[in-house]
């Protein structure tokens, strides 16, 4: 907003809640194994936005707002659009030249996030905010700002209609909280254990209650009426005991919580929320020393600039690293981004969001966008460069967004399919067709390459070892291998193995589809039969669910294939295959993990489906295990 109410006053010690939610949601981003819990930070975001603009806008006495709808309106586009606009610009300029692959899925990300409505997008595109493939879109965080946005345009009305028809605000506090309640309640009644959370992760409806936790804690607790006046020791010594608590628990989730837990989804990010609810409480106190710590200039510093940092972390992380360091983090270049995160934070706060929020968009505009050609010649030189980069940039994002560059993209992934079923016998596909024929024109260099590198690897299978086919295949009478798309990948491969092989694989399969497919196939159940599992590329599941499927084969031999992906998940997968196998006599656990890790020549641009060299690779480590 553009001018100050007495309604409003600067507390220091936010600007130190918001450092920190920032740097946790940054951790969590970087992947960070300390910081699995650092998505909270956004909550945390949530409940000061409530708190802050209810806090604003609430009035002294009455039921009329402090400040009309106009005026708070155009005082949030000040705020956010402008800095929110040049990054989706530049993120998509800069992909439209370096980063051609993600066009084909950055240009509705781009227009929906201008429209302030990128979380809906997700849903309806079904992009989870957890598992996607490659680079993930750089614009992604911008849905948290979405839901944000959709906020301050209905809040002001909502609150407006509830002063009047409440009248007293204590009332109107419960009203709020008990919304607060429903959406929780909707968050946890729509969540599906060991299923994609992203519905209920990116939906208004589901994380309202954030927000108007923030809302309800504006008038429980009033900005305007917080004094030091008048209060016992034993009253400062409990409100200093409460936020230690209180910011305890906040750094113990960020350490310990994660994103697979059902609790978390289920009450547990509504208890985190009044957790936060009642820190913020306690640092707005003008007698918390926390508050005093929370202070200090550097958290300040970062705190002032936490929307810069949120804004242009994501773009900076995803644009600049490579796809196989996703999840497995090179820390000279963490090093190096964060740097470029801080010093584009900056030029942002000092050159286009407190310009446009203190002097409005006409001013701006005249002042730094507006080029006389006859005044071109006194212009600073940095005036002239930042006047020919911002004419670049918008050249090459309107030559992105007309759809001329990234279509080959698109046209490469439709052929591909989606499914394949093998049941001992040969099962044509345009997908095999095509491996087939790649095989056969790779060149005999390339393969000679293949065969030392891989037999010089004491951790990987030795390539000789496809020779020995007829002696696995007396091993078992039957074999069956279930997977995801990464069966897919080597499906011929390995029915060139076994040609009695039954192989039943799907994109996108999770644990908790494959529990519902276990009984087609219980003929496998049985003593002489090998089972491969192939699962857990495209997401985290639970123990019940894993157990399940691992019941439905209890009396065969079951290989696990653990997973390299890079992405969060991959160290909960990995170790929860790990102690299943340790569990019971008749689990193998086959390391493809330990394998690929140092090996991203094995996997396609998106860091996780296969290249020809993957997929001998892991059909001879397989084998090998199976044969031993």
Known sequence: MSGKTVNHRYIPGIDGIRALAVLAVIAYHFNFKWASGGFLGVDIFFVLSGYLITSTILPLKGNRLKVGLGEFWIGRFRRLLPAAYVMIITSFAWATLFHKEL???????????????????????????????????????????????????????????????????????????????????????????????????????????????????????????????????????????????????????????????????????????????????????????????????????????????????????????????????????????????????????????????????????????????????????????????????????????????????????????????????????KHNDEKETSESNSSNVEHEKTETSLQADKEEPKQGENDATANSNESYNGILAIGDSLMIDIATSLHNIYPNITIDAKIGRQVSQAVQLAPNYASFNEPNKAVIIQLGTNGFFTNDQIDSLLNAFSNADIYLVNTRVPRSWESNVNSTLQQKAQEHDNITLIDWHSVAINHPEYFAPDGVHLEQKGVKTLTNLIQQTINI
């Open 103 to 429: 066009l084909h899925t950055l240009r509705g990300d781009a227009i929906s996030s201008i429209f302030y409505s990128s979380n809906w997008w997700f849903i309806f595109h079904k992009l989870s905010y957890f598992d996607s493939f490659g680079s993930p879109s750089p614009i992604k965080n911008l849905w948290s700002l979405a839901i944000e946005e959709q906020f301050y345009l209905i809040w002001p009305i909502l609150l407006m209609l509830g002063l009047y028809l409440v009248k007293k605000q204590s009332k109107l506090a419960i009203f709020i909280f008990s919304g607060a309640l429903c959406s929780a309640v909707l968050m946890g009644i729509l969540y599906e254990p060991g299923a994609d959370p992203s519905r209920i992760y990116y939906g208004t409806d589901t994380r309202s209650f954030e927000l108007l936790i923030g809302c309800w804690l504006a008038l429980v607790w009033p900005m305007k009426r917080l004094s030091s006046q008048k209060l016992s020791t034993d009253h400062v010594n409990k409100l200093n005991a409460i936020s230690l608590v209180t910011f305890s628990i906040f750094i113990l989730s960020i350490i310990f919580v994660n994103e697979y837990q059902t609790f978390l989804y289920r009450g547990g990010m509504f208890l985190f929320c009044l957790n936060a609810a009642i820190l913020i409480a306690c640092v707005c106190h003008p007698i918390s020393i926390l508050g005093k710590l929370l202070s200090l200039k550097p958290l300040r510093w970062i705190g002032s600039r936490s929307y810069g940092i949120y804004l242009w972390h994501y773009p900076i992380m995803v644009l600049g690293t490579p796809v196989h360091e996703i999840g497995n983090p090179a820390y000279w270049r963490v090093a190096l981004q964060l740097v470029l995160i801080l010093i584009i934070a900056e030029i942002s706060y000092r050159f286009i969001e407190m310009p446009i929020r203190k002097e409005g968009f006409r001013s701006y505009y005249r002042q730094y966008l507006v080029v006389n050609k006859d005044k071109w010649g006194s212009f600073s030189f940095t005036r002239k460069i930042s006047t020919v980069l911002v004419s670049l940039f918008l050249l090459v994002f309107f030559t992105g967004m007309t759809g001329v560059i990234g279509k080959e993209q698109t046209e490469s992934k439709e052929s591909k399919p989606t499914e394949i079923k093998i049941n001992g016998e040969e099962q044509p596909s």
